[in-house]
């Protein structure tokens, strides 16, 4: 009977004393606490992400519409102060040339294509990539250094402008 009874005591005391049983009698948290918590930390972690990842967004959203409106204000700027920019809807458009750029550097605008052809071959000749525009009205413009960002190629008019690839009156062809 002792041992009977010392084999109900040693059971009984694995049943009670299991860990959130020794935990509660610390003054510890349970294991269904601790995994409460733990899912709770877990949500906040993720609310601070999201938070991350919205304002990452909201800020590349508002670096767009900047860059957006810094390059119409170059446009209008340009347009008022040299006149150096053109959108070829304003020569009656393009009639058969195709581009592929978004701008363009003009360094000569012709009524013949013989002159177009000639002002092709020295720039060419001085290495640019140079192709001939033909607008609807008849006018042929020699274009070279395409681009699709208007700060490059302003920089690169001012780089060339006023040398014997690009007069002092080149002007910028905006492809739209």
């Known amino acids: 009977m002792k041992k009977s009874l010392i084999m109900v005591l040693a059971l009984s005391v694995l049943a009670v004393s299991s860990c959130d049983f020794v935990r509660t009698l610390a003054g510890r948290?349970?294991?269904?606490?601790?995994?409460?918590?733990?899912?709770?930390?877990?949500?906040?972690?993720?609310?601070?992400?999201?938070?991350?990842?919205?304002?990452?967004?909201?800020?590349?959203?508002?670096?767009?519409?900047?860059?957006?409106?810094?390059?119409?204000?170059?446009?209008?700027?340009?347009t008022q102060s040299q006149g150096t920019v053109l959108n070829p809807s304003k020569l009656g458009g393009l009639y058969t040339t195709k581009l592929e750029s978004k701008y363009y550097i003009v360094v000569g605008a012709f009524r013949t294509r013989s002159n177009a052809e000639n002002k092709l071959k020295s720039c060419n000749a001085a290495g640019y990539t140079a192709t001939i525009v033909s607008f609807r009205n008849g006018l042929l413009a020699v274009a070279i250094c395409p681009s699709n960002s208007l700060d490059e190629t302003l920089r690169k008019l001012k780089e060339i402008r006023g040398t014997e690839?690009?007069?002092?009156?080149?002007?910028?062809?905006?492809n739209s």
């Open 165 to 174: 690839v690009c007069p002092q009156d080149g002007w910028i062809l905006i």
């Open 29 to 78: 948290p349970t294991q269904a606490r601790l995994d409460q918590m733990r899912a709770e930390r877990n949500r906040l972690e993720e609310a601070r992400h999201q938070a991350v990842l919205d304002s990452m967004a909201q800020v590349e959203k508002q670096m767009a519409d900047s860059l957006e409106a810094l390059e119409k204000h170059l446009l209008d700027s340009l």
